[in-house]
């Protein structure tokens, strides 16, 4: 079974191009980025460059896919739904264009 998460949450895949905000775990807006490419892939064919560009952790591969293992399994979980390494999961690329200095 194929799940594509931007498919669950009932959100639109973002748009390159695009600006969002992003926003802290109080809903505070912390930075303005745009997105540069978007790209929706089986988990396990993640890249270990965009692990590396994520920079979670170690940076690594390894790291990135046991974190996000993790995290999808149990958003998944709470929907009655299973973690697959089939699974689909979107990946963006974007850069932070505006970020107020405190």
Not at 57 to 68: C, N, Q
Request: glycine fraction near 4%; aromatic fraction near 10%; charge should be negative.
């Amino acid at each position: 079974m194929n799940i594509e998460i931007d498919k669950l949450e009932n959100e639109p895949l973002p748009k390159v191009g695009a600006y969002s905000v992003v926003l802290d775990s109080n809903d505070n807006g912390v930075c303005v980025i745009q997105t540069h490419k978007v790209t929706v892939v089986p988990f396990s064919e993640v890249t270990a460059e965009h692990a590396y560009k994520e920079g979670e952790g170690d940076k690594s591969l390894d790291y990135w896919r046991e974190v996000h293992e993790k995290f999808f399994a149990e958003c998944l979980n709470e929907v009655g739904l299973k973690f697959t390494s089939d699974m689909k999961v979107v990946c963006e690329e974007f850069s932070v264009v505006f970020k107020e200095q405190v």
